[in-house]
């Protein structure tokens, strides 16, 4: 039997909530970051945990490229369950 995929709300730029299905996360440097994945598309997108209060936790889109080479790195733990290539 097969387990529900985790899935997060993000809001868009234009106030819309898409939902997320979170592939993996990890911590780096201290910083959290989820892998996450929308289903309709057929790319991930890498968030980190910016805020935590009692309402939840905030996610800002990472697009450093350095921060995303070093996360990157750190998901590569779980490349027997999915592999990551970056596109620029």
């Known amino acids: 039997m097969s387990e529900k995929p985790t899935m997060v709300p993000f809001l868009a730029d234009d106030g819309t909530e898409v939902m ?47 921060e995303i080479d070093a996360v990157v790195e750190a998901f590569g733990e779980f490349e027997d369950d999915f592999s990551i290539s970056v596109e620029e």
């Open 20 to 66: 997320l299905e979170v592939i993996a996360q990890t911590t780096v440097d201290g910083k959290e970051y989820l892998l996450v994945n929308d289903s309709e598309e057929d790319c991930a997108v890498i968030l980190r945990a910016s805020a935590k209060d009692d309402e939840g936790i905030t996610y800002d889109l990472v697009d450093d490229d350095d």
